[in-house]
T-cell receptor, first 113, second 114 residues
Framework: QKEVEQDPGPLSVPEGAIVSLNCTYS??????FMWYRQYSRKGPELLMY????GNKEDGRFTAQVDKSSKYISLFIRDSQPSDSATYLC?????????????FGGGTRVLVKP | GAVVSQHPSWVICKSGTSVKIECRSL??????MFWYRQFPKQSLMLMAT?????????EQGVEKDKFLINHASLTLSTLTVTSAHPEDSSFYIC??????????FGSGTRLTVV
């Protein structure tokens, strides 16, 4: 079993719909949670970063963390075709600079105009 | 925000030659840089962690003599793929942790070995 599980998709939604993404994890030591967006042949771009249970909102993006269920989510409101990309969840154990990330496999999202 | 500049973005080399990939932190100091490899439609696979002024730490299964990592300054880390072969063709990405949390990534290097 992988440490971080993420549905690979593809997830296809019409423009303007809410995109709902999630990851589950098995390591209860994970404390820091991130969502990245990656366009084809580009490096990942940080969307959200959180280290506590609950919700965090930034523009059209809302990240949720439920540590008791080991489950994190990302919601994208008013989705646009430009949101079509692969979304990766990532997490780490501690905040130290040398601590490495564990990634989910990524979910491919397609927003249709 | 914090930016990691990665070059080249795309390189083709002949089998048996070496290729160097550079990552520079432009507006912050990166004491630690992470190097990843990514195959098509797959997630990132951590290859090694480089620390400024010391030897890199390689993940299990990664050949340190093939993938040479140097982190000579707080703003520059390099990955050299030595004696490259077609199976080394991949997308290589560097990353560093930034102040305030999260990790920033370079734009990636697509290596094709022919």
């Amino acid at each position: 079993q992988k440490e971080v599980e993420q549905d690979p998709g593809p997830l296809s939604v019409p423009e303007g719909a809410i995109v709902s993404l999630n990851c589950t994890y098995s390591n209860s030591a994970f404390q820091y949670f991130m969502w990245y967006r990656q366009y084809s042949r580009k490096g990942p771009e940080l969307l959200m970063y959180t280290y506590s249970s609950g919700n965090k909102e930034d523009g059209r993006f809302t990240a949720q963390v439920d540590k008791s269920s080991k489950y994190i989510s990302l919601f994208i409101r008013d989705s646009q075709p430009s949101d079509s990309a692969t979304y990766l969840c990532a997490m780490s154990v501690i905040k130290a600079a040398g601590n490495k990330l564990t990634f989910g496999g990524g979910t491919r999202v397609l927003v249709k105009p | 925000g914090a930016v990691v500049s990665q070059h080249p973005s795309w390189v083709i080399c002949k089998s048996g030659t070496s290729v160097k990939i550079e990552c520079r932190s432009l507006d912050f100091q990166a004491t630690t840089m992470f190097w990843y490899r990514q195959f098509p439609k797959q997630s990132l696979m951590l290859m090694a962690t480089s620390n400024e002024g010391s030897k890199a730490t390689y993940e299990q299964g990664v050949e340190k003599d093939k993938f040479l990592i140097n982190h000579a300054s707080l703003t520059l880390s390099t990955l050299t793929v030595t004696s490259a072969h077609p199976e080394d063709s991949s997308f290589y990405i560097c990353s560093a942790r930034v102040e305030g949390g999260g990790y920033t990534f370079g734009s990636g290097t697509r290596l094709t070995v022919v």
